[in-house]
């Protein structure tokens, strides 16, 4: 057989949303693939196992170099294979061709790729592809016709068509919205001008409440009164200016509307992070400078929160875990959320969830690619009924059971809100395919049902020989 495909060997399911990318993006651009993911215009029909499929029509061996496939047993046969296949047959020149993903460190990696280069994906994948193809160009690998762009099309509308498991009944959706439903009727801009006795002092550190400088105008939801106190001897209030919360929510303020919305979202933004900060919660920025608020390991390793469901069923979610390394320490994983206002469809916080890791159960890693490393390996297996209820368990532990949540937002003055997320409801469902776990119990089930067919048909046919046998002998009587 002529040896021409590209074979992708990786950790399932670790690292299948890489594998999968790969492949496809492979095909696109030509190249004849063989991964146990796509199963991509029958080229994998070609062989009964991967060890056949390596020895007689591979002609480059990709191997998805991580973590996870540095010590799994498959990938690693299948790599020790490959070895095998390249010290035979002199010609195959760069036969293997490791593509090295994550965090893994050189000292670790498997002894049989020590030698070898490793194309780098760990910091882009665009970039890796790249170098992937400039050494694929280079071995002169050749592509087959029938791999291209309107396969991968075809192919991908068949696995993940629109309406795939789509019905024609209304289902209600959870969403991650908390509606705010009173906010303090006005916003102010307070020109404050400097008094030549007092040291200059900037007046929002000193406020009790949130609020911040554009200029020579102090913007927060206080009154005059109220921000007196902060303004010392330093500064003084030359003049306030009321802008109603609802003309700017309507577009019709005095204000710029760009800059109304802006005060009113900055101003939302910091009440919520004032008062969540004073919560015990931990604090991490963000890569883009926003900040998560995460729960701390206490006494425990795990922490459990009780609540309700919206069905009114009582269960509980854990908010804080860990997972033991290979040198016995522990990689403690944190649930916490971001919360930033939106005026569309409704003002609200909109509620979005993240995972924190640290070593010692509140110092957050440095590192934002190990992070991220880590997320993918600890949430692979979370799917949406563990993100909402891990949200409706932080969100009852923050309201402590109560239905609202009063925010301060100035004297006498508070941003309620909703502690019931917005739910909606759509005029089709979904029914979500099979998880790797429902697959195989619902294969063992059929597997099960089979063997009892086929013992039902053994004794079936020996039920009939005995007929067959008493007939004869009451013939011979």
Not at 320 to 332: F, I, S
Not at 465 to 472: A, G
Request: net charge negative; with cysteine; hydrophobic share 35%.
């Amino acid at each position: 057989m002529t040896k021409d495909m590209v074979f992708i060997s990786h950790a399932n399911p670790d690292d299948n949303e890489f594998t999968r990318w790969l492949a496809l993006q492979l095909a696109k651009d030509g190249y004849g693939v063989w991964c146990d993911l796509t199963k991509l215009l029958g080229g994998e029909t070609f062989w009964k196992d991967a060890e056949e499929a390596i020895r007689t029509r591979t002609i480059k061996f990709v191997y998805v170099l991580s973590r996870t496939s540095n010590d799994k047993d498959g990938p690693r046969n299948e790599l020790q294979i490959a070895k095998n296949v390249s010290k035979l047959d002199a010609s195959l020149h760069d036969f293997v061709i490791p593509l090295h993903i994550d965090d893994l460190p050189h000292s670790e990696i498997n002894v049989l790729l020590t030698s070898i280069n490793a194309v780098p994906f760990e910091k882009s994948w665009a970039k890796g592809y790249s170098q992937l193809v400039e050494v694929l160009e280079r071995e002169k690998v050749p592509k087959k016709p029938n791999f291209n762009p309107r396969a991968v099309s075809s192919w991908w509308r068949s696995q993940f068509s629109a309406n795939r498991g789509l019905r024609n009944d209304s289902e209600t959706y959870l969403s991650n919205l908390l509606r705010i439903q009173k906010a303090p009727p006005s916003l102010f801009l307070h020109t404050l001008v400097p008094t030549k006795t007092g040291r200059s002092v900037e007046p929002e550190h000193r406020l009790e409440f949130a609020g911040f400088m554009d200029g020579i105008d102090l913007v927060t939801f206080a009154s005059a009164a109220a921000i007196q106190p902060a303004l010392g001897s330093s500064m003084s209030l030359f003049e306030s200016k009321t802008f109603p919360v609802s003309d700017i929510l309507a577009g019709k303020s005095q204000l710029n509307p760009k800059k109304g919305t802006y005060f009113l979202s900055r101003l939302l933004r910091e009440c919520w992070e004032r008062w969540i900060g004073g919560t015990g919660l931990g604090t991490y920025q963000l890569s883009n400078k926003s900040h998560c608020y995460f729960f701390l390991k206490g006494s425990q390793p795990n922490l459990d929160i009780y609540f309700t469901t919206l069905g009114g069923k009582k269960t509980y979610r854990s908010v804080v875990g860990y997972a033991t390394q290979a040198d016995g320490t522990r990689r403690y994983w944190h649930f916490g959320i971001r919360s930033r206002p939106v005026f569309q469809p409704s003002l609200a916080y909109l509620i979005s969830s993240h995972v924190i890791f640290t070593s010692d159960g509140s110092t957050p890693w440095t590192s934002h690619q190990k992070m991220h490393s880590a997320r993918r390996r600890q949430c692979k297996s979370w799917f949406n009924p563990e993100w909402r209820d891990r949200l409706l368990a932080t969100l009852h532990w923050l309201s402590q059971g109560e239905s609202n949540l009063n925010i301060p937002a100035a004297e006498d003055e508070f941003i309620q809100v909703s502690m019931r997320p917005e739910i909606f409801e759509g005029e089709v469902s979904y029914d979500d395919p099979p998880t790797r776990k429902e697959r195989l119990l619902i294969s063992e089930q059929g597997d099960a049902i089979e063997t009892m067919e086929e013992n039902m048909e053994i004794e079936s046919d020996e039920d009939e020989d005995d007929s067959d046998d008493e007939s004869v002998e009451e013939n011979q009587l």
